[in-house]
C-alpha cells in the first residue's frame, strides 16, 4: 500500500497524535506514563525539537511540537520503538503496541496555534478523567507554574501571560478542526472502563486476557462484555481482536 505524503508546513508547527493499536491502552499506570515522558525528553533533545505542548491519554498521545518533518518522524521512531519494548516486556504483552504511523498536520498561524495548544490540554475534561487544571498527564500545569520540559514563552506572549491562558482554556469551541482519534466516538473513558474491568475481574491483570488459554480467555471477555462495557472498549483494554470478544461474549 502506498503512504499518503505528510502535509508539510512552512511553520516547522505540527500537531502530532499517536494511539494504541486497535485503540488499546498505552499506558497502564503512573509509571508508563514517567517512562515516555524520559523517552520523549530525550527523543526532543536529540533531534533538536522543541515541544509547545503534549498531553498523555490512556491509549493516545497528544504532542505539538516546533521542527522540520524529517525530525519529527525520528522522535516518533525512537519513542515509539523502545516505548513499545519497554511496555511489552512489563506487561507480559505481544504485538505492535501503537496503530501505524502518527497523524500530524501543521500549525500555520497564531491563531491555529493557540486553538490547538487549548485543544490538546482539554483532552482529559472531554474524556470525563478530570479538569484540565487537576490532570498531571499535560503541560497545562507548566503553563501556569514553572515549564519543565515545554518552551511556553511563544504561548504565553500570544495569550497575553497567564491570566489571557487560563481564561483562553475555559472557553469550549468544539468545532475546533484539530486531528481527533475519537471524535464522533463517544464512549465511556478508558481510565473508567479500566476500573470497570478491574471490578469485574477482581484480582486478575486485565493485560494478562491476551495470553489466557481460550477458555479462561473467553470466559473472561463474557465477565467483561456482562459489565456493560463495548466490544471496542474491551478490544482496547485487552488488546484482543474484536472479532474473538463479540464471539466470546456470545458464547460461541
Known amino acids: 500500500m502506498v503512504r499518503t505524503m505528510r502535509v508539510c508546513g512552512e511553520s516547522n508547527v505540527y500537531h502530532v497524535v499517536t494511539r494504541g493499536a486497535g485503540?488499546?491502552?498505552?499506558?497502564?499506570?503512573?509509571?508508563?506514563?514517567?517512562?515516555?515522558?524520559?523517552?520523549?525528553?530525550?527523543a526532543?533533545?536529540?533531534?533538536?525539537?522543541?515541544?509547545?505542548?503534549?498531553?498523555?491519554?490512556?491509549?493516545?498521545?497528544h504532542l505539538l511540537v516546533e521542527a522540520p518533518m524529517e525530525h519529527i518522524s525520528q522522535m516518533m521512531r525512537m519513542i515509539g520503538s523502545a516505548y513499545a519494548l519497554y511496555f511489552n516486556r512489563r506487561h507480559g504483552r505481544m504485538g505492535p503496541l501503537f496503530q501505524g504511523r502518527f497523524k500530524s498536520e501543521p500549525v500555520e498561524t497564531d491563531e491555529y496555534l493557540c486553538t490547538v495548544v487549548r485543544y490538546i490540554h482539554r483532552n482529559p475534561l472531554?474524556?470525563?478523567v478530570a479538569n484540565i487544571d487537576k490532570y498531571p498527564w499535560s503541560s497545562y500545569c507548566e503553563y501556569i507554574k514553572q515549564p519543565k520540559r515545554v518552551d511556553t514563552s511563544q504561548i504565553l506572549a500570544l495569550m497575553d501571560g497567564r491570566p489571557g491562558f487560563i481564561e483562553f482554556h475555559m472557553q469550549d469551541d468544539p468545532s475546533a478542526p484539530c486531528i481527533d482519534i475519537e471524535r464522533g466516538r463517544k464512549v465511556i473513558a478508558d481510565d473508567e472502563a479500566l476500573s470497570i474491568a478491574q471490578s469485574a475481574l477482581p484480582g486478575v491483570s486485565?493485560?494478562?486476557?491476551?495470553?489466557?488459554?481460550?477458555?479462561?480467555?473467553d470466559e473472561s471477555l463474557r465477565k467483561l462484555s456482562a459489565s456493560h462495557l463495548s466490544i471496542r472498549?474491551?478490544?482496547?483494554?485487552?488488546?484482543?481482536?474484536?472479532?474473538?470478544?463479540?464471539?466470546?461474549?456470545?458464547?460461541?
Not at 485503540?23 to 530525550?42: S, V
Open 206 to 217: 486485565i493485560e494478562s486476557i491476551y495470553c489466557m488459554d481460550r477458555a479462561s480467555r
Open 23 to 42: 485503540h488499546c491502552l498505552i499506558f497502564e499506570d503512573n509509571a508508563d506514563r514517567e517512562h515516555y515522558l524520559a523517552l520523549l525528553d530525550t
Open 233 to 252: 472498549q474491551i478490544e482496547r483494554l485487552t488488546g484482543v481482536a474484536r472479532s474473538v470478544v463479540s464471539k466470546a461474549a456470545r458464547g460461541q
Open 126 to 128: 472531554k474524556a470525563g
Open 44 to 61: 526532543c533533545e536529540q533531534n533538536n525539537i522543541s515541544l509547545l505542548a503534549w498531553c498523555l491519554m490512556s491509549n493516545h498521545v
